[in-house]
């Protein structure tokens, strides 16, 4: 494949998915991982780390519903009671020795801390989750959850979240959850409501 060719091919990729690693796109553009960082220095693109870093410093809505710390993995995109999406490293802490097979209350955990997280709400909880583990994660992948809050006008007080977790372009984990919420939020519209409610 031509170099001009080549490196368009790796902006539309990094463009389509920002998180896609150097290895992946060695991958997918059958090159070696020299040519693949000598591409992106000669296109002006950070590494991902740096992409992270960018994508985090970026203005998006605070979380409300729970201290930024108790979120599990690191929020990149939030847009309250409509989207977030998060990224959460797999380290030696969060696998099984014998195998290096992340456990899967970690995978859990991050997409069920999002999930809390998009909601505009002082007091959001878990009411329910229905989950599906689609492939082991293993040490040193990354997890990017991706959450979209589906409303549920029907029952007050309650919002449903859907989370899809990938690692690359696979999906690895899928989670509907039920959050409930204060139904006073229900009456309003969006996610920009930031007055004081003291």
Known sequence: MPKRQRQQQLAQMIEDNPFITDQELTRLLKV???????????????ELRERMKLMAERSYDQVRSLPLHEVIGDIVDLQLDKSGISIFEIK????????????????????????????????????????RFVRPVHLGEKCIAKAY???????????????FAYVGEEMVFQGNFVIYRSARQDSEEGGNHHEDRH
Do not use: C, W
């Open 32 to 46: 070696s991982i020299q040519t693949i960082r000598l591409d992106r220095m000669e296109l002006g693109i950070p």
């Open 92 to 131: 030696d802490e969060h696998v099984f020795s014998r195998t290096g097979i992340a456990r899967g209350h970690y995978v859990f955990a991050q997409a069920n801390s999002l999930a809390v997280a998009v909601i505009n709400d002082e007091i959001a909880l878990t009411a329910s989750a229905d989950i």
């Open 149 to 163: 809050v589906r409303s549920m006008p029907e029952q007050k007080g309650k919002a449903k979240v859907e989370v």
